[in-house]
């Protein structure tokens, strides 16, 4: 019987000393448990999301000089960690295997995403299977490539996160090998539902290749855009013996399992398969120590997960847990919003208030306060509801066009979460800018012949003033833009897109409503209760408006461009799966009740907004990837600021219609 764990680690790019801190850490408590095989995340030594850093040498030599560090501690334990490699001026990235203290070699990744998120092409090579070479490095070489281990008797391979979600992946030639243990150091990141995905893939390797594979990730928000949930697992001949607790705001978590091999070695017997000459194999003499019982609990799901609300729990807790890190890696003292009374404004302070509770139940309060102690004044706090107060800043402009509706839910919204509220009226700054304009042209602006501009004045003089109340705060300054509004350019650039970070992003206004009622009536799940805001109840009870014109023009965001579920359908269509705005048109008609006139128009006036307003999607601020698909033009739909806006393809959609 064997003692093996894997770590989540709270990475961030390029922080040596950090990085190897919570590296430490972990070895440390693992070895004080009595580990005796531990699996790191990939890439942790320098961080996942270094991107075009990892081209200077500097990345790689300080790795090696991190790795020298974590070998010392690695005394009495074998520990696998992530780290990119420098061999012949091409970067690899890799997993070094360390026993005892001693560098066995290093396993280089072999399949590279490059996909969504993923760019790994641009910065390393692919290892081709069955090679082996050698680095050296002060004065000693080692080898490198697709290799594995025998240490005391059990052989260890390695697949690095990629590896194992591909059809010839490396553990098939692994199990042929006859390894007993498969660790796979990743940086898989969050997305929803995504975790049932990885558990299948762990479990079915563990029966398959009749093994014991540990799995570790990343924790957090390591660089800004990805959240990683923490997901680390430990399974055997198909059963998951120990999983961790995922959105974990602690530096490290650490899964551990008492696991027997002589079992999956029985299994392996039964499967017939032709030997092959073990030219990649390297055997370290290592005394274990096997004096444990094996573990006969099954992993069991967290309360969250089995709820019945998983979407919606996920998304308060990822970007939760991406708001925590982005505050306190950015050295940032709280937060700041425009709080209109609307649902994006909304969910915005319900997620920062999230953020703040779920930590407590996390890591407690007195370790909060330790990881914001940076922030003046939150040692200070005598409680969570100071610190909400300290941190959480919200900002009602109103104009002539303002509801009372929209004040009412603001103000009840900011006194149920906690946050500091503020009113200020922007009716004279408006005025001012439009009279100096009229002047200038020598005209009156109108709502006739003016509408749009006299629209976006409003949203574009709130941006300075709730800039200026950040700023004295040193806060970070919250985008409230959501996907769908994203996709057809339905902001004021320098407006309502002024901000630091968009936590909503990457959600569309339809689920985005649902979630804000979910979490006025049922609530989250913290310490066993469900936690529930009930201050959203009045912007639950409005329509969607950005209350720019005149209140008897009656204005709403579906009026003006459509109904939200028609819009995400079109993006889904058009956007992530590529269709034409024909083919969009012909499969709207079967899914919808909506006239063809309707869904003609809109779908026309989509295409034509998106590809417009592709200059505002290069601008908004970072937001967080929470789905399998995004707009982000920086890190996954990328799209020509130029271009010729769709004028062949909606000439062939006007013929379909009017002649059909």
């Given at each position: 019987?064997?003692?093996?764990?894997?770590?989540?680690?709270?990475?961030?790019?390029?922080?040596?000393?950090?990085?190897?801190?919570?590296?430490?850490?972990?070895?440390?408590?693992?070895?004080?448990?009595?580990?005796?095989?531990?699996?790191?995340?990939?890439?942790?030594?320098?961080?996942?999301?270094?991107?075009?850093?990892?081209?200077?040498?500097?990345?790689?030599?300080?790795?090696?000089?991190?790795?020298?560090?974590?070998?010392?501690?690695?005394?009495?334990?074998?520990?696998?960690?992530?780290?990119?490699?420098?061999?012949?001026?091409?970067?690899?990235?890799?997993?070094?295997?360390?026993?005892?203290?001693?560098?066995?070699?290093?396993?280089?990744?072999?399949?590279?995403?490059?996909?969504?998120?993923?760019?790994?092409?641009?910065?390393?090579?692919?290892?081709?299977?069955?090679?082996?070479?050698?680095?050296?490095?002060?004065?000693?070489?080692?080898?490198?490539?697709?290799?594995?281990?025998?240490?005391?008797?059990?052989?260890?391979?390695?697949?690095?996160?990629?590896?194992?979600?591909?059809?010839?992946?490396?553990?098939?030639?692994?199990?042929?090998?006859?390894?007993?243990?498969?660790?796979?150091?990743?940086?898989?990141?969050?997305?929803?539902?995504?975790?049932?995905?990885?558990?299948?893939?762990?479990?079915?390797?563990?029966?398959?290749?009749?093994?014991?594979?540990?799995?570790?990730?990343?924790?957090?928000?390591?660089?800004?855009?990805?959240?990683?949930?923490?997901?680390?697992?430990?399974?055997?001949?198909?059963?998951?013996?120990?999983?961790?607790?995922?959105?974990?705001?602690?530096?490290?978590?650490?899964?551990?399992?008492?696991?027997?091999?002589?079992?999956?070695?029985?299994?392996?017997?039964?499967?017939?398969?032709?030997?092959?000459?073990?030219?990649?194999?390297?055997?370290?003499?290592?005394?274990?120590?096997?004096?444990?019982?094996?573990?006969?609990?099954?992993?069991?799901?967290?309360?969250?997960?089995?709820?019945?609300?998983?979407?919606?729990?996920?998304?308060?807790?990822?970007?939760?847990?991406?708001?925590?890190?982005?505050?306190?890696?950015?050295?940032?003292?709280?937060?700041?919003?425009?709080?209109?009374?609307?649902?994006?404004?909304?969910?915005?302070?319900?997620?920062?208030?999230?953020?703040?509770?779920?930590?407590?139940?996390?890591?407690?309060?007195?370790?909060?306060?330790?990881?914001?102690?940076?922030?003046?004044?939150?040692?200070?706090?005598?409680?969570?509801?100071?610190?909400?107060?300290?941190?959480?800043?919200?900002?009602?402009?109103?104009?002539?066009?303002?509801?009372?509706?929209?004040?009412?839910?603001?103000?009840?919204?900011?006194?149920?979460?906690?946050?500091?509220?503020?009113?200020?009226?922007?009716?004279?700054?408006?005025?001012?800018?439009?009279?100096?304009?009229?002047?200038?042209?020598?005209?009156?602006?109108?709502?006739?012949?003016?509408?749009?501009?006299?629209?976006?004045?409003?949203?574009?003089?709130?941006?300075?003033?709730?800039?200026?109340?950040?700023?004295?705060?040193?806060?970070?300054?919250?985008?409230?833009?959501?996907?769908?509004?994203?996709?057809?350019?339905?902001?004021?650039?320098?407006?309502?897109?002024?901000?630091?970070?968009?936590?909503?992003?990457?959600?569309?206004?339809?689920?985005?409503?649902?979630?804000?009622?979910?979490?006025?009536?049922?609530?989250?799940?913290?310490?066993?209760?469900?936690?529930?805001?009930?201050?959203?109840?009045?912007?639950?009870a409005l329509q969607p408006t950005a209350e720019l014109r005149p209140i008897e023009r009656t204005q709403t965001d579906e009026k003006d461009l459509m109904p939200y579920p028609v819009l995400n359908q079109l993006?889904?269509?058009?956007?992530?799966?590529?269709?034409?705005?024909?083919?969009?048109?012909?499969?709207?008609?079967?899914?919808?009740?909506?006239?063809?006139?309707?869904?003609?128009?809109?779908?026309?006036?989509?295409?034509?907004?998106?590809?417009?307003?592709?200059?505002?999607?290069?601008?908004?601020?970072?937001?967080?990837?929470?789905?399998?698909?995004?707009?982000?033009?920086?890190?996954?739909?990328?799209?020509?600021?130029?271009?010729?806006?769709?004028?062949?393809?909606?000439?062939?959609?006007?013929?379909?219609?009017?002649?059909?």
């Amino acid at each position: 019987m064997l003692k093996v764990g894997a770590a989540a680690l709270n990475q961030t790019p390029l922080d040596w000393a950090g990085n190897r801190k919570n590296i430490l850490k972990a070895i440390h408590e693992a070895k004080a448990e009595g580990v005796q095989i531990l699996c790191l995340p990939e890439l942790c030594i320098s961080g996942y999301g270094c991107e075009d850093a990892f081209y200077a040498p500097d990345v790689t030599q300080r790795s090696l000089e991190s790795l020298a560090i974590v070998a010392e501690a690695s005394v009495g334990i074998v520990t696998c960690v992530g780290l990119p490699i420098r061999l012949r001026n091409k970067i690899y990235n890799a997993a070094a295997l360390i026993t005892d203290g001693e560098v066995l070699g290093f396993v280089l990744k072999q399949h590279l995403p490059n996909y969504g998120v993923f760019y790994e092409d641009r910065w390393f090579q692919r290892w081709k299977p069955g090679k082996t070479g050698s680095i050296s490095w002060k004065g000693k070489t080692y080898p490198v490539g697709d290799l594995f281990f025998e240490i005391g008797g059990y052989r260890l391979g390695i697949e690095i996160c990629e590896d194992a979600w591909v059809p010839q992946r490396p553990g098939s030639k692994l199990n042929e090998k006859g390894v007993d243990f498969i660790l796979n150091p990743s940086a898989s990141p969050f997305s929803f539902g995504k975790f049932q995905t990885r558990e299948k893939l762990v479990t079915d390797a563990s029966r398959a290749f009749s093994c014991v594979y540990i799995y570790s990730n990343l924790l957090g928000n390591e660089s800004g855009r990805l959240i990683f949930d923490g997901d680390t697992m430990i399974s055997t001949g198909g059963e998951l013996v120990a999983s961790s607790d995922r959105f974990s705001y602690a530096d490290y978590t650490l899964t551990t399992a008492i696991v027997e091999v002589e079992t999956n070695r029985i299994e392996q017997a039964k499967i017939k398969s032709e030997y092959l000459q073990d030219f990649s194999f390297i055997s370290k003499e290592h005394q274990w120590e096997e004096t444990f019982t094996p573990t006969s609990t099954k992993a069991l799901l967290e309360p969250f997960e089995r709820g019945g609300h998983l979407k919606e729990e996920e998304f308060a807790r990822a970007v939760s847990l991406g708001l925590f890190d982005y505050l306190r890696k950015s050295r940032s003292f709280g937060f700041t919003l425009s709080l209109s009374g609307g649902a994006d404004s909304s969910a915005c302070l319900a997620l920062c208030t999230l953020m703040l509770r779920l930590a407590e139940e996390s890591v407690g309060l007195e370790k909060l306060k330790d990881k914001l102690s940076y922030i003046p004044g939150v040692k200070e706090c005598q409680d969570l509801a100071q610190i909400q107060s300290l941190l959480m800043i919200t900002l009602y402009q109103g104009t002539r066009n303002s509801s009372e509706d929209t004040l009412q839910s603001a103000a009840a919204l900011a006194k149920d979460c906690g946050a500091r509220f503020f009113v200020f009226d922007i009716d004279d700054l408006v005025s001012s800018y439009t009279e100096k304009v009229a002047q200038q042209i020598d005209r009156k602006l109108s709502w006739e012949t003016d509408d749009i501009p006299l629209q976006n004045i409003q949203a574009r003089v709130r941006a300075p003033g709730v800039w200026l109340l950040a700023n004295i705060h040193n806060h970070l300054l919250l985008t409230t833009s959501n996907r769908s509004e994203a996709a057809v350019g339905y902001c004021t650039m320098d407006g309502d897109t002024a901000g630091s970070i968009a936590p909503i992003s990457g959600i569309d206004k339809t689920w985005l409503r649902t979630w804000l009622v979910w979490l006025e009536k049922v609530g989250c799940e913290v310490k066993g209760k469900h936690l529930r805001l009930e201050g959203l109840k009045y912007v639950n009870a409005l329509q969607p408006t950005a209350e720019l014109r005149p209140i008897e023009r009656t204005q709403t965001d579906e009026k003006d461009l459509m109904p939200y579920p028609v819009l995400n359908q079109l993006e889904i269509l058009g956007i992530r799966d590529h269709h034409s705005p024909l083919e969009c048109f012909k499969r709207m008609e079967k899914l919808y009740n909506y006239s063809r006139e309707e869904l003609y128009t809109w779908t026309k006036r989509f295409f034509q907004l998106w590809s417009r307003n592709q200059w505002k999607r290069e601008r908004y601020a970072p937001g967080f990837h929470l789905d399998t698909h995004n707009l982000d033009p920086r890190s996954w739909c990328r799209f020509p600021i130029l271009s010729g806006g769709f004028y062949e393809e909606l000439q062939e959609l006007e013929e379909y219609y009017l002649n059909r």
